[in-house]
């Protein structure tokens, strides 16, 4: 499914040392991430970090290729856990929770590379991740017309700003007409925090102010924390953000203070400015 992979790499698991008691949570914290590490090997692609993403808060994390921005979405997600650190979401500490404990808690995930039924059409790829969802496995039993699935698959094409290609096949739409429709699908079970890694890639001007506006038109209890190259982009439709490098926090901030700030140029945008 398009949302959170249940699929599991064996040996990936790796122990994990007992920590000493959580740091205080924030009543209104969604998610909260204590020294969190994931090596591969010698590797450490993702090196003791440290972020708290408020309860509604829209959060962009970003960092040049390899900083570990989307191996960090997968400690998250439970597709590749922590080697080190804690993952607390809404207060509840899920670092050893399989993937799909996690979907049960309201925390969904986007992929970087298009993960649709071809197929099928857009309103049918929504509905089957409403019954997924629903039911924590694919069903294609086709509901009646008055069944709180197929009202739920309009909900989502009216937040995915679909509805007017909700019959058209997959394989025919366009690149960023796919990745709202992966946005779509990611909303399904009404979500609390998600994961959007990298929505923007390879998208028209046309097509990325689309998704600025489906962005800016998710409800405001809604958290999520999104992957993103393009400033321009996470400026216009995030409250804070983090940028990671070689696996570290960089800095942390508001976008002006990011934008602005000397380290941050110099390393992550000297070979775009
Ligand atoms: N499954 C894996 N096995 C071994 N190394 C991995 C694995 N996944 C990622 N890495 C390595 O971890 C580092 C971080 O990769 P990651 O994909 O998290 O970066 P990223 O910030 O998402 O990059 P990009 O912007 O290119 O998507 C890289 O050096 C990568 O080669
Ligand atoms: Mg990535």
């Known amino acids: 499914m398009a949302t959170l992979s249940s699929l599991q790499v064996a040996g990936t698991r790796t122990g994990r040392p007992a920590t000493a008691a959580p740091p205080p949570l924030a009543s209104n914290d969604a998610l909260v991430l204590s020294g969190v590490t994931r090596a591969f090997g010698a590797l450490k692609a993702v090196d003791e970090v440290s972020l708290s993403v408020a309860a509604g808060q829209k959060y962009a994390v970003l960092g ?9 979405f997968n400690t998250i997600t439970g597709d590749f856990p922590p080697s080190g650190g804690r993952i607390h979401f809404f207060g509840e500490d899920i670092t050893e929770l399989p993937p799909h404990e996690r979907i ?5 995930r986007t992929y970087q590379s298009s993960l649709l ?22 069903s294609f039993r086709r509901a009646g017309a008055g069944h709180a699935s197929a009202r739920a698959t309009r909900d989502l094409l009216e937040r995915a700003r679909l509805t007017h290609i909700a019959d058209e096949r997959v394989a025919n739409l366009a690149h960023g007409q796919q990745r709202q429709l992966e946005i779509g699908m990611a909303l399904a079970g009404a979500p609390r925090l998600i994961l959007f890694d990298e929505p923007a890639a390879g998208l028209s001007p046309a097509e990325r102010r689309e998704l600025v ?7 405001a209890h809604m958290s999520f924390v999104l992957i993103e190259h393009d400033l321009d982009i996470a400026l216009r ?12 926090v960089l800095r942390t901030g508001t976008p002006q203070e990011i934008e602005t700030d000397a380290q941050v140029q110099s390393i992550y945008m000297g070979s775009k400015h």
């Open 117 to 138: 039924f071809r197929d099928l059409s857009v309103r049918d790829n929504l509905f089957l991740a409403v019954r997924g969802v629903a039911s924590g496995r694919f």
């Open 64 to 72: 040049s290729n390899g900083a570990g921005k989307t191996t960090l």
């Open 237 to 248: 439709v995030v409250d804070k953000v983090t940028v990671m490098h070689n696996g570290r």
């Open 213 to 219: 506006a489906l962005l800016r038109s998710l409800p």
């Open 104 to 108: 049960r808690k309201g925390l969904r």
